[in-house]
């Protein structure tokens, strides 16, 4: 039954029973012989709160009914325009909002087939891609090395460009190629017991040179009682060295970073924190941060040649591993790092469970 139908006929009925019931009333009142007797007064009084109580109960189970099925709706569309690709809603009832579901459900099974398609192609290209950038690598490093002749500074000068927008290439290229592997569902997480704080010092010192090159004031702490976990180290890699590099990235000149590492024992995980006195993000960006290809205007302000894949591959691994990440700018906590109204800061948050990363059986590897 249509949502109007059912309105018009509750609107109807609670119309038709207050009017009768009243006329009722007002006829008992004109008679003086039935006036007096309380029974029937009572008894008319009675049925006529009634029919109005039937009435607002009746509406307001429609509205709630409305209401609900309006959420779901809401829900769903928010998940879409932030880019995650939502579950069928679950509404059958045989009025307009049951074929307004049909019709939402069919809509979401072609966007899923069409972003799979995508999904593939892009992986299917990535994949095409990462020998000839290889070779390019391979060759450029070797002429660099001197191993094909001497050659004069400005020959070297553009062998170095190549190199690095080759390097930026290969990059890409492999974020790419992860992000499909995610989507995909192809990919598999292998646990190994892992002293995570040793591993995290490992990231930093890959990335100590760019750290020094800034002049950054660099700290880290760890609470002595982090325990050995299961995790997947590759996985373990990607998440580090992404958060850690945009920091370094966008902090300036003499800026400061601190990485800390503690156990949140009300929610069973290590909070692994790092904070930095960048340049923020907006808060009208914020909600698009693990997005696809997304990057805040600051953020390409200062360096145009960021991919925007880096922390929607974190979000994604830690979505599919158990984990959490999420962040505050500028900081709640600005005795940690100094912060200006150039450089608001950012702080980051990696919860990994105490129980280890979710073992997955896949195909593929992260690259």
């Given at each position: ?39 029937v ?10 029919a109005?109580?039937f009435f ?8 709630k ?11 769903s569309?928010?998940a879409?325009k ?12 045989k ?8 019709a939402?459900?069919d ?16 992986s299917?290209?990535?994949h ?12 450029t490093?070797m002429?660099?090395?001197?191993d ?7 020959q ?19 974020a ?35 750290i ?11 609470s ?10 590759k996985?373990l ?5 992404n ?20 156990i949140?024992?009300?929610?069973k ?6 904070s930095?006195s960048?340049c ?20 390409v ?5 960021g991919?925007?894949?880096?922390l929607?591959l974190v ?14 700018s ?38």
């Amino acid at each position: 039954m249509k949502i109007r139908t059912k309105l018009l006929i509750s609107a109807v009925v609670g119309i038709f029973l207050t009017l009768v019931l009243g006329i009722a009333f007002f006829f008992v009142l004109k008679h003086p012989e039935i006036r007096t007797n309380q029974e029937v007064i009572i008894f008319l009084s009675g049925l006529i709160i009634t029919a109005f109580i039937f009435f607002i109960i009746n509406a307001i189970s429609l509205c709630k009914a409305i209401d609900q099925s309006l959420s779901v709706f809401l829900k769903s569309i928010d998940a879409i325009k932030k880019g995650v690709m939502v579950e069928k809603v679950n509404i059958k009832t045989k009025d307009e909002f049951g074929k307004l579901a049909e019709a939402f459900n069919d809509m979401i099974s072609k966007l899923k087939e069409i972003d799979k398609a995508k999904t593939e192609f892009v992986s299917l290209a990535t994949h095409q891609l990462r020998t000839p950038l290889a070779m390019v690598s391979w060759y450029t490093e070797m002429l660099l090395l001197g191993d094909m002749g001497s050659m004069n500074e400005d020959q070297k000068r553009y062998l170095e460009k190549i190199y690095a927008g080759n390097k930026r290439m290969v990059d890409l290229v492999n974020a790419l190629l992860n992000i499909s592997r995610l989507e995909l569902g192809t990919f598999r997480v292998e646990s190994e017991i892992t002293d995570i704080v040793k591993f995290a010092e490992g990231v930093i010192d890959e990335q100590r040179q760019q750290i020094k090159d800034k002049d950054i004031d660099f700290q880290f702490h760890s609470s002595p009682d982090i325990p050995l976990l299961k995790v997947d180290r590759k996985l373990l890699q990607i998440i580090f060295q992404n958060v850690l590099s945009n920091s370094i990235r966008y902090t300036p000149q003499k800026g400061k970073i601190m990485i800390s590492f503690s156990i949140d024992k009300e929610n069973k995980n290590v909070l692994i924190k790092i904070s930095d006195s960048g340049c923020g993000i907006p808060k009208n960006q914020q909600n698009k941060i693990f997005t696809r290809l997304f990057r805040a205007d600051n953020a390409v302000e200062r360096d145009p040649d960021g991919t925007g894949l880096g922390l929607y591959l974190v979000n994604l691994i830690m979505g599919h591993t158990g984990g959490k990440v999420w962040f505050e700018s500028p900081s709640l906590n600005p005795d940690e790092v100094v912060f200006t109204a150039e450089n608001p800061g950012t702080v980051f948050y990696i919860s990994l469970p105490l129980k280890g990363m979710n073992k997955k059986i896949g195909t593929k590897i992260l690259s």
